[in-house]
Every structure is written in C-alpha cells, then in structure tokens.
C-alpha cells in the first residue's frame, strides 16, 4: 500500500511567501506537461505492478490553474494509470477558481472526494500584502459551490504570523473559517524561505511580522478555538472531526511509502527517496527519451530512518509506538536514545500514554528544538 503525491507546478499568481517549486502559467508547455507527467507514471508504475495506491493528492503550484479539459485528462490518466479506483483522492484549489462549477464538476465526476483550499486569511488588506488574488468573499462563494457540485470533505489552509497581522485579526479569521462548519482545518506560522519576496524584504528590514509572544499566542487561540468547535488538532498544523484526518499527508507523519510524480517531487519507497528535477525542461527532457526524471536517489541509512520515525511521528498527537518502532527497528527506543526520553519527560517536553510517546502542549510549541535532540551524531553499527 503507498501514497501518490502529483505535483503541478503551474500558478495564475506568484504569492510572497511560497518557495515550492512553482512558475507562472502564462506561456508555459502545460498540455506537454501534462502528457509527461502521465508517461512517468506509466514508466513509475509499470516498475512498481504490485505496489496499491491507496492515496493520491495532487498538489502545486495550483492545480485547479489547469482548465477544466486539462483537469479532465489528468484526472482521467490518473485513475487508469494508478489503477487508483478507491480511497481518499485530494486536489489542491485556490478559492478564485472555484467561483464557477464547470471545474468542481469535473473534479466531482472523476471521484475527488477531498478540496484543499488556501485561503490564508479572511482579511482583504493583507491577502493583498501577502500577493493572494482573492477576496474573503471569493472563499465563501467557493465553498458553497464546493457543496453544490457535492464535495463534504472540505479543508482550508490559514497563516499566522503574517506582515501587519495582530492577534485579534487572526482570531476573525478563525472565526470567519470555523463558521464555514468543515471538516478539517490547517494553520500555518509564517516561515520566511530563500528567494522569496518576504525573505528578500526582511533581509532589507522592510517587513515587519508579529513577535514571538504574539505568534505563541495565535497558535494557543487556533487549537484553543479548534478545540471547542469539535476539531481535534491530530499534527502540529492540523484540525479535524473524527474521521476527517487527512489519509495522505498521516502516510508522511507515519513515515510510510509514497510514490512523488511530476517536476521537483519527491517519493520515498523503502529506503529509497528520490527526487524529481525541479525545472520544467529538464523534467521533461529524460521523459521525451521515456526515462524516469529522477536526479537523485538517497539510500535512507538506518540512523535517518529512525531520526525520521521519531521527529514526523512527534509531529502527530498519536505519537511514536514503541512496538511499532520496535517491530521496524529491532531496537527498543532507549538502545538508541539512552536517557533523552526520560529527560524530555522530566523537562514536561514529552509524555507517554499507552507505549505511545508524544509533545506535550508546551513540546508542540517547542516542536523544532525538541525533534533536533533526536537527531544522531554517530552511527549505529
């Protein structure tokens, strides 16, 4: 059983923020792409006949930038070359491209059964200060036509943290996103990534972000708000009823195996990850000669493996199992940490219920110094 993710790296707007691997729409070999992005996965998946794909999630870029007749033919390849024909199937939608149903219908008709839509904010002045397209009202519009078309299992992407953003603003948008009454919810602390316009700003001290205390206390206010309206926060960034757990990205948490297609993705089966080219012309290059675009394969040694286990796992509510690592590792936790987890536990960093490890609430807020002491200086063997 595996994981698909489909990268589309196609965008009608460049945001701020973004550092994925993404370019702008207009001139680009979209219908090449396309017809390429099928190939790998038949040369992919004729390699792989066993392998059942139990999820796909197309993301980008924006996938839903594609017309409704290229959504046709992806959706429609996809289907027959995954042989995918049940489980949870994800599409990644900007809200301003969803203010008509013709391309809802067609993710509908295909057996999408799951939106994710970004809407970052509810305010208008700062989805322009951020370089988003739409307006609040875009999102509601979008949702209803969303559940016009039939789609229920619904979410919405928000960021903190942002230029200009105070606390009560974050909090009218929470507000604003939890009347929506969806399933799943995720919330995102603004992080400034290499060459993009907000970190080239900052490097000139031209954006001016929120402190630390008030970041704190927007995360606080997102799982406090989440909390009492049915939403149980299952990872670090994510909110949902039972049962609305987003089946894909646990497939990462868990560490298990994903298949990664398109320009600039990544997959990881077995030991293997490999890594897709990134630029669009050397993607496609190797696929007009029907080879796999793949620059670079990483045999995942044992200690990255295990690192890995514990610091996606810690991302999650569940937690590490110790059998689970038991039975994958033939190592109990301790042979490889000694006395870090007691340690953690006493500094009210890490609990344990039922073999399960997992962050405490103050640990969720120190997620990235508490996943660095799990990283291994030297190796096992």
Not at 151 to 166: E, K
Not at 210 to 237: F, H, K, T
Not at 300 to 305: A, K, S
Request: proline share 3%; net charge negative.
């Amino acid at each position: 059983m595996a994981g698909a993710y489909i990268h589309i790296p196609f965008c009608d707007h460049i945001c701020y923020y973004c550092d994925f691997n993404k370019v702008f729409i207009e001139g680009q070999p979209v219908d090449t792409y396309l017809d390429m992005l099928l190939r790998e996965m038949r040369l992919v998946m004729a390699a792989h006949a066993k392998d059942v794909i139990q999820t796909v999630y197309i993301g980008g870029g924006t996938p839903t930038a594609l017309s409704a007749q290229q959504l046709d033919r992806l959706l429609t390849g996809v289907r027959e070359v995954l042989h995918f024909t049940q489980g949870e199937f994800t599409v990644e939608a900007n809200p301003n491209d969803l203010l008509t149903l013709d391309k809802l219908q067609v993710m509908r008709d295909h057996g999408v059964n799951r939106l994710s839509i970004g809407v970052q904010s509810f305010d208008d002045q700062i989805l322009k200060r951020i370089g988003r397209t739409h307006k609040a009202q875009d999102v509601y519009r979008a949702i209803e036509n969303a559940r016009q078309v039939g789609f229920d299992n619904l979410s919405i992407d928000l960021i903190f943290r942002l230029p200009g953003q105070s606390r009560e603003n974050f909090l009218h948008s929470l507000h604003e996103a939890l009347a929506l009454d969806l399933p799943h919810y995720s919330t995102y602390s603004l992080i400034l990534e290499k060459k993009t316009i907000f970190y080239n700003l900052m490097r000139k001290g031209r954006l001016q972000l929120p402190s630390q205390d008030v970041e704190a206390d927007m995360y606080q206010d997102a799982i406090d708000l989440m909390r009492a309206n049915g939403r149980e926060q299952y990872e670090i960034s994510n909110f949902a009823k039972p049962g609305y757990q987003c089946e894909h990205n646990l497939l990462y948490w868990q560490n298990d195996k994903y298949f990664g297609f398109g320009a600039g993705a990544f997959g990881y089966l077995g030991r293997d990850r490999y890594h897709n080219f990134g630029p669009i012309q050397q993607y496609l290059a190797p696929l007009e000669a029907n080879k796999v675009p793949v620059i670079e394969h990483h045999l995942v040694p044992l200690e990255e493996q295990i690192e890995e286990e514990m610091f996606l796992g810690l991302r999650t509510r569940a937690g590490v199992s110790r059998k689970r690592f038991a039975a994958r590792y033939h190592l109990q936790i301790e042979d490889v940490y000694g006395d870090l987890i007691d340690r953690l536990k006493e500094q009210q960093l890490l609990k344990e219920v039922a073999g399960r490890l997992s962050l405490t609430n103050q640990g969720m807020f120190l997620g990235n110094e508490v996943f660095q002491q799990f990283l291994l200086d030297e190796p096992l063997v």
